[in-house]
T-cell receptor
């Protein structure tokens, strides 16, 4: 079975530009999580969805960040406008009810210059 | 609030030695889950194990074993006869029991970088 698929794997963009990260969860999984990993803050949750509905977005840094899950097989994380401090690895993960372990995608390494 | 502490920032051992990675957690939840993940140099996060708060039975999987002790709020991970391929950053994580809104978020420790010296 295919795992969690994220695209792009690497993104380099200029400050002020819009960035969209994409995630396809494992088929049949109904919880989807967006995490960010930095040296300073480690792994932190940005937002998570259950059955396509946002449950907890308290980790979203500010209004520049937004996430959507229009259907069970696709989610996006958008940053507009991007800033250098947004540079990090962004992970998407998914899980299924009663199986609380989350399976992670390969991550998107974002560099904002 | 939940908290996971991995006090060992970096560990280096010679190949074939045994090594234990420590994890201490804090939670007020009566039902919770504990996890270990591995992040090799390639960067992905690989799920290793999950334990439920109501099951303190230790687990062994090949060279890997896990010791869960509620009395000390610890969930330690031991690698026996370490190999170079075990070199990675290892994360301990915690989540509370499901709330009816699906699975809960993971709270991660800061990770332990393990280097196996050939």
């Amino acid at each position: 079975d295919a795992g969690v698929i994220q695209s792009p794997r690497h993104e380099v963009t200029e400050m002020g530009q819009e960035v969209t990260l994409r995630c396809k969860p494992i088929s049949g999984h109904n919880s989807l999580f967006w995490y960010r990993q930095t040296m300073m803050r480690g792994l932190e949750l940005l937002i998570y969805f259950n059955n396509n509905v946002p449950i907890d977005d308290s980790g979203m840094p500010e209004d520049r960040f937004s996430a959507k899950m229009p259907n069970a097989s696709f989610s996006t994380l958008k940053i507009q406008p991007s800033e250098p401090r947004d540079s990090a690895v962004y992970f998407c993960a998914s899980s299924v009810d009663r199986e609380p372990e989350a399976f992670f995608g390969q991550g998107t390494r974002l560099t904002v210059v | 609030a939940q908290k996971v502490t991995q006090a060992q920032t970096e560990i280096s051992v010679v190949e074939k030695e045994d090594v234990t990675l420590d994890c201490v957690y804090e939670t007020r939840d009566t039902t919770y889950y504990l996890f270990w993940y591995k992040q090799p140099p390639s960067g992905e996060l690989v799920f290793l194990i999950r334990r439920n708060s109501f099951d303190e039975q230790n687990e062994i999987s090949g060279r890997y074993s896990w010791n869960f002790q509620k009395s000390t709020s610890s969930f330690n991970f031991t690698i026996t006869a370490s190999q170079v391929v075990d070199s990675a950053v290892y994360f301990c994580a915690l989540s509370k029991g499901g709330s009816g809104f699906g699975n809960e978020k993971l709270t991660f420790g800061t990770g332990t970088r393990l280097t196996i010296i050939p």
